[in-house]
């Protein structure tokens, strides 16, 4: 059963997993979006190799949309925004690399326990596909927890979205009217985080959300 | 006699009005909202468009109102029957109520200067896209779509609650779109599990995501997979209902966005999210081997309950202390329909209907009485029956509704649940009632002040809508003393079908 099919379906879900391990541990701006754009690169390439395995044509729009638009265009307008800000510098992390790594290791073991001894009628495939999904679904909510930056943020949150088309375009001929409305969440998140940036630097000449945390409604009244 | 013959020629009426338009009372629902998206992001005037605002939530609950003549659709996409045609009717009544509190709310806002026109350009059509987004999550049967309508709504009203712009407006919309994504995100994953388990059973393709299709199948779905779906699925929509280890974003979007948003928050999206979640569970009450649903909404509901009656003592914003009350609600209404059986999911339906119908009246009420104080400091706001008496009434029967205290309609589902939870588990009866008692005593500790006490602050004169608040009220104290007949019968309907 094992067929090349398979095996190359495994590769490219599996560079995924790696590409948000690596994620997790960069320090740099610049590097946490490049590193983005690879794995959304992954992305597409998996969503395409779905779509030829499955012999489902459409699919090919979605790994389009998340080349161009995840693989390109939005690392493309983030780096803008990085550099205009002057904020490519360090990023403060709550916890360290090392430990950070290790609860990842953990979520991913996490998952496959989660996934795979469950729904023996479903394909091998398709489930390991889930496994994989839910692993960078879930270490994309890792690095949303661990970085203070609003950027990173962003690109914790775009990752766990990788995870989710992962996830939908393995489930076999699942309709594309969920395919598109993905693709098109990715897109208002990005207006909608392009905002927030914006406004959160007009307000505090920072994308550190820790600033923000002094502001909690309920203190002000201490004051 | 004479008033049954003019109310059945007016039906007829409308029935005709219907035959003469080129769309169905459904496609209105959901078309009405998309259109005036569209105007009303062309329209620069806020006073006009404030207007047109109005104007297009009434045509839509008037739509939604007439799916009553045909209440029965289905196909893979949308569907319409008993359950949802009540939320929609409510959902755009409510809509429609607060347009037009919001377009008096919005021109003192104007007026003094916390909002310039600029930063309102987008509020209209963002309102009308989070009607519009409700009604496609209320009205799906593709179980996909289902959860873009949710998601699209959770990212307007985003928007819509940092529109003030302060820092605590930016930092609550921030927190509210952080966790409502991370939700979302879930609740899809969920779905995309729902589907793998159906595709085994009705093929690959779109019946396998409609949700009646499913129900029919259930039984011979892989329970282990479906119920590993719904604890996905039960954190993701679990967060947009605010239930209690999730609640975190709710307070702050309550208290820092403009009171109207606070009140659709309150009143609509809580309960559209809750029955996303019903969905779900009549999936699984439909297959045997699954998970006890029930028992894990009962556990939930429970812990929100009595988590927000303790947190209600320690507010001192008033916009946050009816933002907890809404989460011990949500927890009364989760714990009814965990319970299950057609007493309790009957208490459960009433609930919903007469917390979203008083808590967006109290919303009302309390955005008024902010924007005269000029403050949502309770310890600020005091002495309201000696310098805005109606302000104060209205005040007072919302909390003595909320509080659930006869004759309001908040009392009559409270009991229901009570009397049936004592019959079956009366320990958990017990539980319910300390949660109960706990959240009125809250309620009555902090705002006697606010009501009677000495009166401060500016004796600024009010020039609001009481219409919307005073409606309301009067809705709520008509089903606390008699529901009529028809509505008793479908809400047992619905009841039994919940399972």
Redesign the interface.
């Known amino acids: 059963m094992h067929n090349i099919g398979f095996d190359v379906a495994h590769l490219l879900a599996g560079s995924m997993l790696a590409l948000s391990f690596v994620l997790l541990y960069q320090d740099r701006i610049t590097a946490v979006l490049n590193v983005f754009a690879l794995q959304a690169i992954a992305l597409s390439l998996s969503v395409a190799w779905q779509a030829y395995i499955q012999e489902a044509p459409h699919l090919l729009i979605t790994a389009v949309i998340a080349l161009v638009l995840k693989g390109f265009v939005i690392p493309t307008a983030l780096h803008r925004i990085v550099r205009r800000l002057g904020i490519h510098r360090q990023i403060d992390e709550v916890i360290g690399a090392g430990p950070t790594m290790l609860f990842g290791l953990g979520l991913v073991a996490l998952s496959i326990l ?2 795979l ?6 394909s091998l495939l ?1 489930r390991e596909d ?1 496994a994989f ?2 692993a960078v ?1 879930l270490l994309g ?1 890792l690095m ?1 927890i661990t970085r203070y930056n ?1 950027v990173t ?1 962003i690109i914790g ?1 775009m990752s ?2 990788n995870g ?1 088309v992962l ?2 375009t393995g ?5 594309l ?2 395919e598109i ?2 693709a098109f ?1 990715v897109l ?2 990005f207006i ?1 985080f392009g ?2 940036v914006f ?2 630097r ?3 000449d920072t994308v550190d ?1 820790g600033a ?2 002094q ?4 203190r ?2 201490q004051t | 006699m004479i008033s049954s013959v003019s109310l059945s020629s007016a039906l007829a009426f409308i029935a005709e009005l219907w035959t003469r338009v080129p769309v169905t009372p459904l496609q209105a629902v959901l078309l009405g909202p998309a259109a005036a998206v569209i105007l009303l992001a062309i329209i620069p005037w806020y006073r006009f468009s404030a207007f047109l605002n109005v104007l297009a939530s009434g045509l839509t609950f008037f739509a939604g109102a007439s799916l009553l003549f045909d209440p029965r659709y289905r196909t893979d996409i949308l569907i319409v029957d008993d359950f949802n045609v009540y939320l929609v009717i409510l959902t755009t009544f409510v809509a429609f109520t607060t347009s037009i509190f919001s377009a008096s709310y919005i021109g003192h806002e104007i007026e003094t200067g916390r909002l310039t026109p600029r930063l309102l350009r987008y509020y209209h059509p963002l309102y009308q896209a989070m009607i519009g987004a409700m009604n496609v999550a209320l009205v799906a049967n593709n179980v996909g779509l289902l959860w873009v309508g949710l998601e699209v709504a959770t990212l307007t009203t985003v928007m819509m609650v940092g529109i003030y712009r302060t820092p605590e407006a930016v930092e609550a919309a921030w927190k509210y779109f952080i966790l409502g994504s991370v939700g979302i995100a879930l609740a899809f994953f969920g779905t995309i599990l729902v589907y793998l388990v159906a595709q085994e059973v009705l093929g690959e393709g779109l019946p396998a995501m409609a949700w009646d299709s499913m129900l029919k199948e259930a039984s011979r779905f892989d329970p282990k997979l479906l119920s590993l779906a719904f604890v996905f699925l039960l954190v993701g929509y679990g967060t947009k209902v605010g239930l209690a280890p999730f609640h975190a974003w709710l307070p702050d979007a309550h208290a820092e966005g403009p009171t109207p948003i606070s009140a659709v928050l309150s009143g609509l999206l809580l309960n559209v999210a809750l029955y996303a979640l019903l969905r779900f569970k009549m999936i699984l009450a439909a297959n045997t081997a699954t998970i006890n649903a029930g028992l894990v909404l009962i556990v939930l509901g429970l812990i929100s309950l009595i988590f927000a009656g303790f947190m209600l003592y320690r507010r001192r914003d008033i916009k946050r202390l009816f933002a907890y009350s809404s989460i011990e609600h949500m927890g009364v209404i989760t714990f009814a329909f965990g319970m299950g059986g057609p007493l309790a999911n009957f208490a459960g339906l009433l609930h919903m209907t007469m917390h979203s119908l008083t808590k967006s009246a109290i919303f009302f009420a309390v955005g008024h009485i902010a924007q005269v104080k000029g403050t949502q400091r309770i310890a600020d706001i005091k002495g309201l029956s000696a310098s805005h008496p109606v302000l104060a009434v209205g005040l007072a029967l919302g909390v003595i509704a909320i509080a659930g205290l006869p004759p309001f309609g908040v009392f009559t589902s409270e009991f229901m649940l009570l009397s049936s939870t004592f019959a079956r588990q009366p320990l958990l009866a017990v539980a319910v009632v300390f949660g109960l008692v706990l959240a009125f005593g809250a309620l009555i500790l902090r705002l006697s002040d606010v009501l009677f006490g000495e009166p401060s602050g500016p004796p600024g004169k009010v020039k609001a809508t009481y219409a919307p608040l005073f409606l309301h009220l009067a809705l709520v104290l008509a089903a606390g003393l008699w529901l009529p007949e028809p509505v008793v019968r479908w809400f047992r309907t619905v009841a039994a079908q919940l399972g």
Request: charged fraction near 20%; aromatic fraction near 8%; glycine fraction near 6%.
């Open positions: 989660l996934v001894p469950v729904g023996q009628n479903v398709a889930l999904a839910l679904i909510l949303m609003a943020q949150f766990l979205e989710l996830a939908a489930a076999k001929g699942m309709p009217v969920v409305s993905v969440s208002i998140a909608v905002i927030f406004r959160i007009e307000r505090f959300v923000l945390d502001f909690r409604g309920e002000r009244d």
